[in-house]
Structures are given as structure tokens and as C-alpha cells.
């Protein structure tokens, strides 16, 4: 291969990245943007923005820092939407994805917020968005009252490729789920619509509650579980981006994606390992173009979007559900670690978690919302305490 040319390596790492991070949870995203009102044309737009941006912010990113940046979308702010409550419109989800992406791009811009953006507990952080995926993971089996077969088969699978190939596990889940619906028949006629690539532009409407119980925790899910743990994967490669550039460079892509149906674009994390390893490319130094190939991958999977979104859209509603919840198992695995670390937090993480998922929805505000209120106010209650008894 020319010495100019990435190894065969970088190639193969990349597409392996890219199909992780697609189809690992495209799902969870497919029935995110149903929930919130998303017709299946806007939902495949949605897709379609979702890859354009982390495909041109991947590639963007990489040339200008000379580094592997790898973005993906807001797994864990996929899951807060689908928990929201049914029949939101959509222009005020589009106005609250803006709202959210402005959050970040501030968050970058202005040193200050984000040195008081460090100082949020990850104990509440993590806590509440245990909250958001303890329903989906719970719902997996009680999907085994009803069909058992199909909970067993996916269940094994991911526990067996969890113990084998653990990168791989989700997509070896999926890939089970979709055959036995197709051995039983239960695969319906893919719905009318796109077949590649297409963009649907909403005009946005801000509502006040949306932001406060859609946009605030879907900025704060997606920070301390993507972003941060993003730049701990670039630093741990011996990468040392200024955090700023990074996190105002995804907010932008997040905002220039929301018109378009795109919750959140943000810096990969389990899929940048993959990119950032020297396994990927010997060269640090050149290691940039493994993110530039991943980009190129996504704009393959842009075109295909709305097949995808289709196809999913085909399968019955319990396999769907089973597929998100199994998939979400790692992640509240992660978040449940960090969330009970800090000993004197866990009480303040406990009031977080229950009330998140209790599902807890008042004055039209949702339970993530609620579930901040209660871990904060514990939080501040202890500190009060505290200074009494010293005083």
C-alpha cells in the first residue's frame, strides 16, 4: 500500500467502530423519535442528520487537531427521549435538541461554565440517568411473560458474546432478534417512505418545559456520559485536545443536525477507543485519518438511514422493546458504578435514581427533571447539615 495511503488496519478499525456505534443502538434512537411524535420520514431524517453530523464533525474535528476525534450520538439522551412522555410534538422537541446543543456550544465557548460544569456531582448525574434506563431494561423481561423465546434467545446471546467478544455483543443481539422475527414471520411490510438518505427541516417551537425537562437533562446525560468520558479516551491514547474546542465543536454539530430531527452529537467514547489505539494506526502522528475514514463510513451509513429506519420500523414492537433493553444493560451497569462510588453521595444518588424512575411526571415536567431537583436538594440539605454540626 503507498505510504501516503492509512493501513489496511486503519480501514478495518474504522468500519468496525462505525457499525458498533450504528447499529449497536439505532433502535433505542428509532423509538426515541417515535415516542416524541416523529412521523417515519422524520424519524429517517432524523437518522440521516444524526450521521451527517458526526460524519462531518469526525472529519472536521480530525483535520484541524490532527487527532482521531470520533463522535457518535447521545446513546444515554436517546434513552432519556424514549422515557418521555408520549405525544410531544415535534417542533417542540426539535426547539428543545437546539436548546440543548446551545447548552453545549456555551458550555465550550465560556471557560467559566465549564470549570463550574466539572463541579457537577457525577453521583446525581449518573443516578438520574440509572433512573432513565432502569424502565427500558426492566421492560426486557417483563417481555418474557409474554414471549419467552424470544427474551431467552437474546438474553443467551448477550450474556455468551459479553464472555467472547464482548465489542461485539450488541450487534450479535440485534443480529439474533431480526432472525428469529424473520424464522416466525413477524417482520411486516416495510412502511412507505425514503429509501436513501433524505432531510426533513422542522421549524422549531421553544417551549419553557421542554427545555427544563427535555433539553437540561439531555445536555447533562450527554455531557458526563459522552463527553467526559470521550476526553478521558483521547487522554488516555496521550491526546490532549484543548476540552473547550471539542465540546463547542459538537454542540455546533448538534445544533447545525437539530432542524433536521438530531438530538445530540457528541464525542464517542467505546468506539473512539477502537480509533485511538495503536492498533489502529502504528503512527500516532497520523492516527488522524483513522477519524477521517470513520467519518467516511457514516456518510455511507447516511444514505442507508432511512432503509434502516424502515426496516426497524417493520419489526414488532415487543422485539424492538427487547432489543433497547438489553442494549442498555452495560450502560446502567456504567452509570450504577459511578453513581454509588462516592460514599457520602449515595444517599443524594438513591433519591436520584428512585425518583427518575418512578417516571414521576408534575406541572408537565418530566421524572428526569424531578429526579435532579431531589438529588441536588440532598445534596444541599447534607451540606447544611454539615455546617451546622461544625458550627
Not at 443502538?25 to 450521521?51: D, H, K, N, W, Y
Not at 465489542?167 to 417482520?187: F, P, T
Not at 475514514?293 to 420500523?313: E, K, Q, S, T
Request: with cysteine.
Amino acid at each position: 500500500m503507498p505510504r501516503f495511503l492509512p493501513p489496511l488496519h486503519a480501514w478495518s478499525s474504522a468500519f468496525i467502530a462505525a457499525l458498533i456505534g450504528f447499529g449497536g443502538t439505532v433502535a433505542l434512537v428509532v423509538q426515541a423519535m417515535r415516542t416524541l411524535g416523529a412521523s417515519v420520514e422524520q424519524t429517517g431524517s432524523a437518522v440521516t442528520a444524526l450521521c451527517l453530523g458526526i460524519a462531518i464533525g469526525s472529519a472536521a474535528l480530525s483535520i484541524r487537531l490532527r487527532m482521531p476525534i470520533v463522535l457518535a450520538w447521545s446513546t444515554p439522551g436517546a434513552a432519556l427521549l424514549a422515557a418521555s412522555t408520549p405525544g410531544q410534538a415535534w417542533p417542540v422537541a426539535i426547539g428543545a435538541f437546539l436548546a440543548s446543543g446551545a447548552m453545549m456550544v456555551c458550555l465550550g465557548a465560556v471557560p467559566a461554565l465549564g470549570r463550574l460544569a466539572e463541579r457537577i456531582p457525577a453521583s446525581v448525574a449518573s443516578a438520574m440517568l440509572g433512573g432513565v434506563l432502569l424502565p427500558f431494561c426492566l421492560g426486557l423481561f417483563k417481555i418474557g411473560g409474554t414471549d419467552p423465546l424470544l427474551v431467552t434467545v437474546i438474553v443467551v446471546v448477550f450474556l455468551a458474546a459479553r464472555q467472547r467478544v464482548p465489542l461485539y455483543a450488541l450487534l450479535l443481539v440485534l443480529a439474533a432478534g431480526a432472525l428469529l422475527s424473520a424464522l416466525r414471520g413477524d417482520i411486516g411490510p416495510l412502511p412507505a417512505g425514503a429509501t436513501v438518505g433524505t432531510l426533513s427541516l422542522t421549524v422549531p417551537h421553544f417551549d419553557v418545559r421542554a427545555i427544563i425537562s427535555i433539553a437540561l437533562p439531555l445536555f447533562l446525560v450527554t455531557l458526563v456520559s459522552q463527553n467526559l468520558p470521550g476526553l478521558v479516551v483521547l487522554r488516555t491514547a496521550d491526546y490532549r485536545p484543548k476540552p473547550g474546542v471539542l465540546l463547542a465543536g459538537t454542540g455546533l454539530a448538534s445544533l447545525a443536525a437539530a432542524p433536521f430531527g438530531a438530538h445530540a452529537v457528541n464525542l464517542a467514547a467505546i468506539t473512539a477507543a477502537i480509533c485511538t489505539s495503536e492498533e489502529a494506526h502504528p503512527d500516532q502522528a497520523r492516527r488522524w485519518t483513522v477519524g477521517v475514514l470513520y467519518a467516511g463510513c457514516y456518510l455511507v451509513l447516511a444514505l442507508l438511514a432511512p432503509l434502516l429506519v424502515r426496516f426497524f420500523l417493520a419489526l414488532p414492537h415487543d422485539v424492538i422493546a427487547a432489543l433497547t433493553g438489553i442494549a442498555l444493560i452495560p450502560a446502567l451497569v456504567g452509570v450504577l458504578e459511578t453513581a454509588v462510588a462516592a460514599k457520602d453521595e449515595r444517599d443524594a444518588a438513591i433519591v436520584t435514581f428512585l425518583a427518575t424512575g418512578s417516571g414521576i411526571a408534575l406541572f408537565g415536567l418530566g421524572a428526569a427533571f424531578w429526579g435532579l431537583l431531589s438529588g441536588f436538594a440532598a445534596l444541599g440539605a447534607r451540606a447544611l447539615l454539615r455546617r451546622r454540626a461544625v458550627a
